[in-house]
């Protein structure tokens, strides 16, 4: 059985940081690049940043680009979000999701339909 679970949420001020963690199971981890999503109350879900499979390349939506770190830890079927200078408009649940395409750009990996796999999300609260 796959699974994606999320976890690390919570309700941090502004400018604080939070450390989004996504445990994977029931699939080849190591095949699959591994992207972050968000979805806000009344928004669409928005993909916040992916890691490829080996991990060397990362994609990061413009709003989060140099406040956001995505990783990932293939022997540990782990990825993480680390997310700095955080603003309200953070505030959203976010999840992570697994596709096996491995050379697609940000446009690709940006859209939630190209993501076979999707975990529970967990919520992030900013206050301001």
């Known amino acids: 059985e796959v699974q994606l679970q999320a976890s690390g949420g919570g309700l941090v001020q502004a400018g604080g940081s939070l450390r989004l963690s996504c445990e994977a199971s029931?699939?080849?981890?190591?095949?699959?690049?591994i992207g972050w999503f968000r979805q806000a109350p009344g928004k669409e879900r928005e993909g916040v940043a992916c890691?490829?499979?080996?991990?060397?390349?990362?994609y990061y939506a413009d709003t989060v680009k140099g406040r956001f770190a995505v990783s990932r830890n293939n022997p540990e079927n782990t990825a993480a979000l680390q997310m700095d200078s955080l603003k309200p408009d953070d505030t959203a649940v976010y999840c992570c999701a697994a596709t096996p395409v491995f050379n697609g750009g940000y446009d690709y990996y940006s859209v939630p339909s190209s993501f076979n796999y999707w975990g529970q999300g967990t919520e992030v609260t900013v206050s301001s």
């Open positions: 029931g699939f080849n981890f190591d095949d699959y690049a």
């Open positions: 890691v490829g499979s080996s991990g060397e390349r990362t």
